[in-house]
């Protein structure tokens, strides 16, 4: 706990109970001294009887050392709910001896027939008590009615999402869009203000010349735009596939990639990490770390929490998106560009993370290129999993990647592999496998930052323009 700061010290009543819920202390800053203190008495001899002896006391101090940090119990004490069953007569049963398995059970152990008992992991988000300042009723003028509110947001939200009225199109939809909404010219409009932002639209559109299909990650390691902005320019000048092999991409206005045997280089590739005791190596084994972790889980009753950045239009017509503010490290033109890792796959290194969306366009290595264009000039059908690709092409450049980045591995860590066997180079077949149990939310080494909401990518940007 204390090598980091952002979590909080907690404190169990029943240690050896599993269903204890415990108090947390924050961490504070502090200048203290810790001292020992001795008591030393000492009694004086007894001259008189009719007198009483006063003793001798003496106090010793030492300073044992400094204190930096010091941890405060603030919160008030939680619920606390015990593994008791209520009988009809209303005494109380312990159930401590049946919910929990101590040794190894036989199966008769779970085949027992015990009452209900499922604990509540959280009782209370907050342990401080807070103030709820509600306020009054809007007293609207004569004849004002109130806008309906749809099913989809009446629960669960606290607004309605913001509309980037980006388009949206299926794999077997027989129509392509061939210019945006009339909301998306609006709203880019709104905010391309500044000389900067007329630069960005012209470089964003020459790459869709150059290339007709890009991913959002490939637009953010070419040129610097500012993330909110980005949000608005892309619905301006393309449209995004959600099925097929051109799924999660966004897409040139007028291109249908289904009709051109020549768009199969920017097909999608969802490669993931193998990791697993089989493969030699396990999840805390990997050189990548994971994007999210439910081991580095936090209680949320934390009562410092970190202030949310927002960004309003004002702020993105100030142009904020390229010119940012005073003091930035980076230069404008690189401050909000990615790494080509994040990519571009090359033969020696390593992903950025164990789950990545390639296009195929993007994998650098000689021997995956040849997978790619074993059919060129013989593209027949353009199929929804393989696209204009042979049958099981992404399995093969799956196999392939994994076994290079095995290999970068074991050259990297060798002591990993001393008691695995392995056959012969080029007849490794590896079974698919997705590395993205654990995710992570601390930051990482590389620029390139998932957005927050799913852990999947592909999904999160959905939600983002919906």
Same mark, same amino acid.
Request: aromatic share 10%; hydrophobic share 20%.
């Given at each position: 706990i204390y090598a980091d700061p952002a979590k909080r010290l907690e404190l169990y009543f029943r240690p @050896?109970? %599993?269903?204890?819920? %415990?108090v947390c202390a924050n961490r504070f800053p502090t200048s203290t001294m810790l001292l020992r203190v001795r008591r030393?008495? $000492? $009694? $004086?001899?007894?001259?008189?009887?009719?007198?009483?002896?006063q003793p001798d006391v003496q106090f010793e101090m030492e300073i044992l050392g400094i204190v930096t940090t010091v941890y405060k119990f603030q919160g008030m004490s939680d619920f606390q709910y015990l593994a008791m069953h209520s009988g009809p007569d209303g005494k109380q049963t312990s159930m401590y001896d049946k919910v929990l398995m101590l040794k190894p059970e036989k199966e008769d152990f779970f085949n027992r027939d015990l009452p209900l008992y499922i604990p509540p992991p959280i009782f209370s988000r907050l342990d401080t008590p807070i103030d709820y300042f509600y306020r009054p009723d809007i007293q609207h003028r004569e004849g004002y009615n109130n806008p309906q509110v749809s099913g989809e947001n009446l629960i669960g939200l606290s607004r309605a999402r913001r509309p980037h009225n980006a388009i949206f199109v299926n794999f077997d939809d027989e129509e392509i %869009?061939? @210019?945006p909404l009339d909301a998306a010219v609006q709203n880019w409009k709104k905010v391309c203000t500044n000389p900067m932002d007329k630069k960005v639209e012209e470089e964003l559109r020459k790459l869709f010349e150059v290339r007709p299909v890009w991913s959002r990650n490939a637009v953010k390691a070419n040129i610097s735009v500012h993330p909110d902005k980005l949000k608005l320019l892309l619905p301006y000048l393309a449209y995004y596939m959600l099925t097929g092999p051109w799924r999660s991409l966004w897409v040139r206005f007028g291109y249908d990639p289904r009709k051109h045997p020549e768009a199969k280089i920017y097909q999608v590739l969802d490669f993931r990490i193998r990791c697993g005791m089989k493969y030699g190596y396990a999840a805390t084994d990997m050189p990548v770390k994971a994007k999210r972790s439910t081991y580095n889980y936090s209680l949320p009753i934390t009562v410092k929490k970190q202030g949310s950045h927002t960004v309003s239009v004002h702020g993105l017509k100030q142009g904020?998106?390229?010119?940012?503010?005073s003091g930035a490290k980076k230069s404008p033109s690189s401050r909000y560009k990615l790494k080509e890792s994040v990519y571009i796959f090359q033969e020696g290194a390593?992903?950025?993370?164990?789950?990545?969306?390639?296009?195929l366009c993007d994998l650098n290595v000689e021997s995956l290129q $040849? &997978? &790619?264009h074993r059919n060129d000039g013989t593209e027949s059908e353009c199929t929804e999993r393989d696209g204009w690709c042979l049958a099981k092409t992404s399995d093969d450049l799956r196999d392939s990647m994994s076994l290079m980045i095995k290999q970068i591995i074991r050259s990297t860590r060798p002591a990993l592999f001393s008691n695995t066997t392995s056959s012969e180079d080029g007849k490794e077949q590896l079974a698919y496998e997705s590395g993205e149990d654990e995710d992570d939310e601390e930051e990482e080494e590389e620029d390139f930052k998932p957005s927050d909401g799913s852990e999947n990518e592909m999904e999160t940007e959905i939600l983002d323009y919906v």
């Open positions: @050896k109970d %599993p269903y204890c819920h %415990p030393r008495t $000492k $009694k $004086k001899q007894q001259l008189d009887t009719e007198e009483q002896t %869009p061939t @210019k904020l998106g390229t010119a940012g503010t390593l992903p950025p993370y164990r789950q990545m969306f390639y296009q $040849k &997978i &790619i």
